[in-house]
């Protein structure tokens, strides 16, 4: 059975870190690419940061030098370090999968698999 389950979200402050990660079963990890969406209350879903099997990365303009995506395939599990946290990072965040060859990822592909989603909420 196909499963991506997020977890590590939750209240901080302005400037503070979180660490979600998306534990993944049913499916050879090794083989997609792997991304992070999030969706702000009353705005559209917006990718954050991927990954590929290579290990290369992509990520928004807005988290660039704050966060940064991993992965373990050996563990089937997907990270997302958030550090310098802004309320506008505050959404519910999701992990997402796409088979993919090739070694570079793009966040405006069409990911098949999805996550239910971690609430973070970046408030004083």
């Known amino acids: 059975q196909l499963q991506f389950v997020e977890s590590g979200g939750g209240l901080v402050q302005p400037g503070g870190s979180l660490r979600l990660s998306c534990v993944v079963s049913?499916?050879?990890?090794?083989?997609?690419?792997i991304a992070w969406f999030r969706q702000a209350p009353g705005k559209e879903r917006e990718g954050v940061s991927c990954?590929?099997?290579?290990?290369?990365?992509n990520d928004v303009a807005s988290v660039k030098g704050r966060f940064t995506i991993s992965r373990d395939n050996a563990k089937n599990m997907v990270y997302l370090q958030m550090n310098s946290l802004k309320s506008e990072d505050t959404g519910v965040y999701y992990c997402?999968?796409?088979?993919?060859?090739?070694?570079?990822?793009?966040?405006?592909?069409?990911?098949?698999?999805w996550g239910q989603g971690t609430q973070v909420t970046v408030s004083s």
């Open positions: 997402a999968a796409v088979p993919s060859p090739w070694t570079v990822c793009l966040l405006n592909w069409d990911y098949h698999y």
């Open positions: 049913g499916l050879t990890l090794d083989r997609y690419v």
């Open positions: 990954i590929s099997s290579a290990g290369r990365t």
